[in-house]
């Protein structure tokens, strides 16, 4: 049989199909803690941000029952807005923008067939795919399941208007599995617009965009939008395409607001593995020769679409009701680099992963006020998951003399489910004119299943319940104008995801894990944020104890399981500061240090096959995949003598990273500069031109740019790009 097309071939970069429209939610009114954060920016305040751009004071909704500005906010929360997303790159990735929020890593791994590696003051930074202990919302919409698993490639990041991060104790607001919360809001309609833009770039990058918003009249609007990336990749076995299309409708009344919304994701992309670190030490740019051997690649569909009602009844006692709901589905096929001798074994799950998952909730929630010095929310939320999940061995012929790279026999056929059922309230007391005090609670259910339909290798079905219950308290003191002080205790739950519950550990039955724990951590938090004239400052300090941290037991037979670990400490401090030098002159800086260690000792598996942990993990190890420090600088200049015009260098560093529980590597610390060039010409009072020019790490230092946590064949290593290039031009008309 002929090898398959490469991925140039497979799915080149194209319009997305009209047929695969369907879903999402955008939000609308106050918004507060819970789990679809449904709220915007109140109109009057998005006037006045879209006016000034991001040079005013943030205002945020995250994690509160109604807007307010961030530095009024009793919790360490960062807002990145549109106009540092523009000038970040071509608004592909998180990973462009996000290292200016501290406590925050969001590290790129030059690879479309695996999800952005996410972690909040280290919670995620285990994960292996996907995105792990945080909880991920796009306009309302969570793009984290109810098992915890998430994915941000679909977020339309060229269509935000900011981007909100909620680390510490008030993430707890946001139920189970919530490290941190990463939310994005996209842009509203203000009038009548089209916008087209192009984004060229090394690597073989490109990338198509076009949008337009309108109002229609009787309190209708519309705002859509469609980009097509191609990109040729870092290394060999890398290349990418991804088409994203988004459309939302809205309608306001005297009292009431309607959202609907709709999105589609379609992406390709070749998988060209981690390195060794032999491999890795010789050449960067290589691939392993596994990737094109088995010719490694995933394939991704997903269509969601939602709506949102809000009504408004008056200004104290019940002040408001929203109620919104939404639907999705997702389809993920994987090739991987499995060899068919061990697929032989009789409880191999096979070499492609292919699953259809659909996904859906519903919430409503009631605003009150009272005095004009209590809101208070309360709510109900339901979510579900169901994975229709199969696997295939990833090659045809026999297994002396395999074809790889293409589907074959059947090897796991399972229904995996997952319910969450969840009530909260949380009340904000401004009790005296420069104190604030909330409190909130969050209590709810996760049921998981499996029921498995293939069972000459075994009944691996099975089903548990974890229950939780997170309080929240915080006290916020403006002793000055200038100073904000404040202060946060709350309990987090993360229950193990459904992968995680997929095997026992043990390596002669099958069936469920019916031992692991949920991890449960106790969380406390000190703040301060000052602000006096053009200088701004964000300081935070926290401690985190975990107890049942969720670690690998062994690998075997192709399937891994799990274990809890014992208890994990987590401490550290954040610092943020922007400060406008003089009209032409801003610098920007943020820092992060964090410890991150295990506290007590235990067993773990050191490679494969490994039929029980074996290898000794002793207490004080750091947690695999964090760092000690990170850190973020910029200093921007708008020359007076070229309108529209701004020059910056940045600077972005990390420290080193452990890339397994036993620490036996970790990949180097790392510095780089990037210098920007962003001009814009006002062509005319309705046509507007944008150029921006981009290189990255501009000495080509060749560096980690992540790592895969625990890789059972040692392959830990993702480069990141040497020197690259950018240039984009975008053009925008009003009417």
Same mark, same amino acid.
């Given at each position: 049989?002929?090898?398959?097309l490469?991925?140039?071939q497979?799915?080149?970069?194209?319009?997305?199909?009209a047929a695969a429209?369907?879903?999402?939610?955008?939000?609308?009114?106050?918004?507060?803690?819970g789990?679809?954060?449904?709220?915007?920016?109140?109109?009057?305040?998005?006037?006045?941000?879209a006016?000034?751009?991001?040079?005013?004071?943030?205002v945020v909704?995250?994690?509160?029952?109604?807007?307010?500005?961030?530095?009024?906010?009793?919790?360490?929360?960062?807002?990145?807005g549109s106009e540092s997303?523009r000038?970040?790159?071509p608004?592909?990735?998180?990973?462009?923008?996000m290292?200016q929020?501290?406590?925050?890593v969001?590290?790129?791994?030059?690879n479309?067939?695996?999800?952005?590696?996410?972690?909040?003051r280290?919670?995620?930074?285990r994960?292996?795919?996907?995105?792990?202990?945080?909880r991920l919302?796009?306009?309302?919409?969570?793009?984290?399941?109810?098992?915890?698993q998430?994915?941000?490639?679909?977020?339309?990041?060229?269509?935000?208007e900011?981007?909100?991060?909620l680390?510490?104790?008030?993430?707890?607001?946001?139920?189970?599995?919530s490290?941190?919360?990463?939310a994005?809001?996209s842009?509203?309609?203000? &009038? %009548?617009? !089209?916008?087209?833009g192009l984004?060229? /770039?090394s690597? =073989? #990058?490109? @990338?198509?965009? $076009?949008? +337009?918003a *309108?109002?229609?009249?009787?309190?209708?609007?519309?705002?859509?939008?469609?980009?097509?990336?191609?990109l040729?990749?870092?290394?060999?076995?890398?290349e990418?395409?991804?088409?994203l299309?988004n459309?939302?409708?809205?309608?306001?009344?005297?009292?009431?607001?309607?959202?609907?919304?709709?999105?589609?994701?379609?992406?390709r992309a070749?998988?060209?593995?981690?390195?060794s670190?032999?491999?890795f030490?010789?050449?960067?740019d290589s691939?392993?020769?596994?990737?094109?051997s088995?010719?490694?690649?995933?394939?991704i569909?997903q269509t &969601? %679409?939602? !709506?949102?009602w809000?009504?408004?009844? /008056?200004?104290s =006692? #019940?002040? @408001?009701?929203? $109620?919104? +709901?939404? *639907?999705?589905?997702?389809?993920?096929?994987?090739?991987?680099?499995?060899?068919?001798?061990?697929?032989?074994?009789?409880?191999?799950?096979?070499?492609?992963?292919?699953?259809?998952?659909?996904?859906?909730?519903v919430e409503?929630?009631?605003?009150?006020?009272?005095?004009?010095?209590?809101?208070?929310?309360?709510?109900?939320n339901l979510?579900?998951q169901?994975?229709?999940?199969?696997g295939?061995?990833?090659?045809?012929g026999?297994p002396?003399?395999?074809?790889?790279?293409?589907?074959?026999?059947l090897?796991?056929?399972?229904?995996?489910? %997952?319910?969450?059922r969840?009530?909260?309230?949380?009340?904000?007391?401004?009790?005296?004119?420069?104190w604030?005090?909330?409190?909130?609670?969050?209590?709810?259910a996760?049921?998981?299943?499996?029921?498995d339909?293939?069972?000459?290798?075994?009944?691996?079905?099975?089903?548990r319940t974890?229950?939780?219950?997170n309080?929240?308290?915080?006290?916020?003191?403006s002793?000055?104008?200038?100073?904000?002080?404040?202060?946060?205790?709350?309990?987090?739950?993360?229950?193990?995801?459904?992968?995680?519950?997929?095997?026992?550990a043990?390596t002669?039955?099958?069936?469920f894990?019916?031992?692991?724990?949920?991890?449960?951590?106790?969380q406390?938090?000190?703040?301060?944020?000052?602000?006096?004239?053009?200088?701004?400052?964000?300081?935070?300090?926290?401690?985190?104890?975990?107890?049942d941290?969720?670690?690998?037991?062994?690998?075997?037979?192709?399937?891994?399981?799990?274990q809890?670990?014992?208890?994990?400490?987590?401490?550290?401090?954040?610092?943020?500061?922007s400060?406008?030098?003089?009209?032409?002159?801003?610098?920007?800086?943020?820092?992060?240090l964090?410890?991150?260690?295990?506290?007590?000792?235990?067993?773990?598996?050191?490679?494969?096959?490994?039929t029980?942990p074996?290898?000794?993990?002793?207490?004080?190890?750091?947690?695999?995949g964090?760092?000690?420090?990170?850190?973020?600088?910029?200093?921007?200049w708008?020359?007076?003598?070229?309108a529209g015009g701004?020059?910056?260098?940045?600077?972005r560093?990390?420290?080193?990273?452990?890339?397994?529980?036993?620490?036996?590597d970790?990949?180097?610390?790392?510095?780089?500069v990037?210098?920007?060039?962003r001009?814009?010409?006002?062509?005319?009072?309705q046509?507007?031109?944008?150029?921006?020019?981009?290189?990255?790490?501009?000495?080509?230092k060749?560096?980690?740019?992540?790592?895969?946590v625990g890789?059972?064949?040692?392959r830990?290593?993702e480069?990141?790009?040497?020197?690259?290039?950018?240039?984009?031009?975008?053009?925008?008309?009003l009417?």
């Open positions: 049989m002929s090898r398959p490469r991925p140039s497979r799915f080149p970069a194209a319009p997305l199909p429209l369907r879903r999402l939610v955008q939000a609308l009114g106050s918004a507060g803690c789990a679809l954060l449904l709220g915007t920016v109140p109109a009057a305040v998005q006037a006045q941000q006016e000034a751009g991001d040079s005013l004071e943030p909704i995250t994690a509160s029952p109604r807007a307010q500005r961030l530095v009024d906010a009793p919790y360490a929360i960062g807002v990145v997303l000038a970040a790159g608004m592909i990735n998180l990973s462009e923008a290292a929020v501290p406590g925050l969001v590290a790129n791994r030059n479309y067939a695996q999800d952005l590696q996410i972690s909040s280290g919670f995620g930074a994960a292996g795919f996907g995105v792990r202990g945080l919302y796009t306009d309302g919409i969570p793009a984290t399941m109810p098992d915890g998430g994915q941000v490639g679909h977020f339309d990041l060229a269509g935000a900011r981007i909100e991060v680390r510490g104790p008030f993430s707890a607001l946001y139920g189970n599995s490290g941190g919360v990463i994005v809001f842009q509203p309609v203000r &009038q %009548a617009s !089209a916008e087209a984004d060229l /770039g690597h =073989g #990058l490109r @990338q198509l965009r $076009l949008g +337009a *309108a109002p229609l009249g009787e309190g209708f609007e519309i705002a859509t939008s469609v980009q097509a990336m191609a040729d990749g870092l290394r060999p076995q890398s990418a395409s991804r088409g299309f459309l939302r409708l809205g309608w306001r009344g005297e009292h009431d607001r309607v959202t609907l919304l709709a999105s589609h994701q379609r992406q070749d998988d060209p593995l981690g390195l670190r032999a491999q030490d010789a050449d960067p691939t392993t020769p596994q990737a094109e088995f010719d490694t690649r995933k394939t569909d &969601q %679409a939602g !709506a949102s809000v009504h408004r009844f /008056g200004s =006692g #019940l002040v @408001q009701s929203q $109620l919104a +709901a939404y *639907a999705g589905e997702r389809h993920p096929v994987q090739y991987l680099a499995i060899a068919a001798g061990t697929q032989a074994n009789a409880r191999h799950g096979g070499g492609i992963i292919d699953f259809t998952r659909r996904y859906g909730g409503g929630r009631l605003l009150w006020r009272f005095a004009d010095q209590v809101d208070l929310v309360t709510g109900l979510e579900t169901r994975d229709d999940r199969q295939y061995e990833n090659y045809t026999t002396a003399a395999p074809v790889y790279g293409v589907q074959g026999t090897r796991r056929d399972e229904l995996n489910r %997952a319910e969450t969840e009530a909260f309230a949380q009340a904000d007391w401004r009790f005296a004119p420069d604030q005090a909330s409190l909130g609670l969050r209590g709810g996760l049921e998981v299943s499996v029921e339909r293939y069972l000459s290798n075994g009944d691996d079905s099975g089903e974890f229950r939780y219950t309080p929240v308290a915080g006290l916020r003191w002793p000055s104008p200038q100073l904000t002080l404040h202060a946060s205790a709350a309990r987090g739950y993360e229950s193990p995801t459904l992968g995680e519950l997929a095997y026992p043990s002669t039955s099958a069936g894990n019916t031992t692991l724990q949920a991890q449960t951590s106790r406390v938090e000190l703040g301060a944020k000052w602000r006096s004239g053009a200088l701004a400052l964000d300081a935070a300090l926290f401690h985190i104890r975990t107890d941290e969720i670690g690998i037991a062994f690998n075997q037979g192709g399937r891994a399981s799990y809890n670990v014992g208890r994990t400490q987590r401490e550290g401090a954040e610092f943020a500061g400060w406008r030098i003089t009209p032409a002159w801003r610098g920007l800086v943020s820092l992060t964090l410890r991150a260690t295990y506290e007590d000792d235990f067993l773990t598996c050191a490679g494969i096959p490994c029980a074996n290898t000794p993990v002793p207490a004080g190890n750091r947690v695999a964090t760092q000690r420090a990170s850190a973020y600088a910029e200093l921007a708008t020359p007076g003598f070229l701004e020059a910056a260098v940045e600077w560093g990390q420290g080193r990273t452990a890339v397994n529980d036993t620490n036996s970790f990949a180097a610390g790392w510095g780089i990037n210098l920007r060039w001009q814009r010409f006002e062509l005319t009072a046509d507007r031109l944008e150029l921006l020019a981009r290189v990255d790490n501009l000495t080509d060749r560096y980690v740019g992540s790592v895969i890789d059972a064949n040692g830990y290593f480069p990141a790009a040497g020197r690259s290039l950018l240039a984009s031009l975008r053009y925008r008309r009417f």
